[in-house]
């Protein structure tokens, strides 16, 4: 009989702690405190029409922009003529992946015409060609002049437009969209 109660007794011991184990865990946290959690993968694929370069990055997971891919993207986007780096506005970033979807291709490389511009570049695009503002938002980097192959410019604008997220400027005869993360306007 001794024997028997120890068995039972082990056996509710067991049960109590199968219990735990296969008991809903609606109660713990979903985040780790301190590490993000993951969520989607946000991917740029570009490529610069001036340097020739190509990127293929994810930027930002979730909520949370990854450091190291901003900082490539910082690089990859520096003023072609001088080389100078400049920290991006992220919201701009956001602003392509929305726009490649919006137009239905959003696995799309993006034709980067200009990316941050020094205020030397600005000047001299200012004295060597039409259409260039004198506080271009390219000399914060809040900035891009893009196209996407197999995407009409127009259609490209009107997308742009319709998410009303920042300025869009229409250059039809040099094919390229303007798009910056300033006060909604157009031109």
């Known amino acids: 009989m001794f024997k ?9 011991v067991c049960g109590a702690l199968l219990a735990l184990a296969c008991a809903p865990l609606s109660s713990a946290p979903t985040k780790t ?5 993951l969520g989607p993968e946000y991917r740029l694929r570009f490529h610069h029409t001036h340097t020739g370069e190509r990127l293929d990055i994810v930027y ?12 490539r993207l910082e690089y990859y986007l520096r003023d072609h003529r001088t ?3 400049h920290p991006f506005d992220p919201r701009l970033f956001d602003l392509l992946s929305d726009l490649t979807a919006a137009v239905g291709h959003s696995s799309a ?4 015409v200009c990316g941050y511009r020094t205020p030397w570049s600005n000047e001299f ?7 260039v503002a004198r506080n271009s938002l390219h000399m914060e980097a809040m900035a891009l002049d893009l196209r996407i192959p197999g995407v009409k410019t127009s259609e ?9 997220r920042g300025g869009v400027g229409y250059y039809p005869v ?14």
């Open 33 to 37: 405190a301190g590490i993000p959690s």
């Open 83 to 85: 080389g100078d780096v």
């Open 4 to 12: 028997s109660n120890r068995i039972r007794a082990g056996l509710q």
């Open 109 to 112: 490389e993006i034709d980067v």
């Open 125 to 131: 695009l200012r004295n060597h060609s039409s259409g």
């Open 60 to 71: 930002r997971r979730g909520d949370t922009y990854i450091p190291e891919a901003i900082s």
């Open 174 to 187: 040099s094919d390229f969209v303007h798009l910056d993360v300033g006060r909604v306007r157009h031109w």
């Open 156 to 164: 490209l604008r009107a997308a742009a437009l319709a998410l009303h």
